[in-house]
């Protein structure tokens, strides 16, 4: 939720009608604050299973998954002062669109063209898709050039040589070795500017995931 405290405690940091969620997988996590300021939410991610499992959700489907925790603690974080009801139709009706996506692709949205969004909010994304570092600058260019001129971008991944995590008894990769010095000149180098990184500790246990740290961070596209 990291993502979500970041949008909900820099009100007029970012500011607009369209937001792009890159590899939202199949959860909706990342955007359940941003919907209280974005009244335009486009998500996205490579893998259609998870775009089916998040339109279930979206569809308030039999069989979609309960996130009923998360909508509680988006309303605590609010204050209280919309129910965990509001939020849930809330970010239904911002969501237009669950898209294809791969931003291993100089434009990840290739199959629809879209004008560049005002904010992009990915997590977790980019250090999936990624195995080395050169990858990882090149595809922090690909979800940047979704960023309109003046626009934001809110990153979550992981720091410090953390590369596996499990889901159940699979296993996924993250690429290896992220530094805050490197993510500084991926992203200038992206022409982002304005640059704001968080760390935290990784609280998670190093069987499900082996990473030592997390960063969030906001940028501003020049
Ligand atoms: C660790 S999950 C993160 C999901 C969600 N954003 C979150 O924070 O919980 C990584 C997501 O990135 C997606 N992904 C992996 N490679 C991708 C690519 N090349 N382009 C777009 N999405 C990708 C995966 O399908 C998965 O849903």
């Not at 490579?46 to 509680?72: H, I, T």
């Not at 009706?93 to 949205?109: E, G, H, M, R």
């Not at 040589?161 to 290896?176: A, R």
Request: negative net charge.
């Amino acid at each position: 939720m990291a993502d979500a405290e970041v949008t909900i405690r820099m009100p007029g940091r970012f500011t607009g009608q369209r937001l792009l969620d890159v590899g939202t997988g199949p959860n909706i996590m990342s955007i359940l604050s941003a919907s209280k300021y974005f009244p335009e939410i486009t998500c996205s991610d490579y893998v259609q299973s998870c775009r089916e499992e998040l339109q279930l959700w979206l569809n308030d489907e039999p069989g979609a998954f309960d996130w009923s925790p998360y909508l509680q603690y988006t309303s605590a974080l609010e204050g209280n002062s919309t129910t965990p009801e509001d939020i849930a139709s809330r970010l239904r009706s911002a969501v237009k669109a669950v898209l294809p996506c791969d931003v291993t692709q100089p434009n990840p949205l290739e199959q629809q063209s879209l004008e560049p969004f005002d904010v992009v909010v990915s997590s977790l994304c980019v250090d999936s898709a990624c195995k080395t570092k050169e990858e990882y600058c090149a595809c922090l260019g690909n979800v940047a050039s979704l960023v309109k001129s003046g626009g934001g971008l809110i990153l979550v991944g992981t720091l410090k040589g953390g590369n596996m995590y499990t889901v159940g008894t699979e296993i996924f990769y993250n690429v290896p070795a992220i530094d805050v010095d490197f993510l500084r000149d991926s992203l200038a180098k992206s022409g982002f500017g304005d640059i704001e990184i968080k760390q935290h500790s990784s609280n998670l246990d190093v069987k499900v995931a082996d990473t030592a740290a997390f960063y969030h961070l906001t940028a501003k596209k020049a």
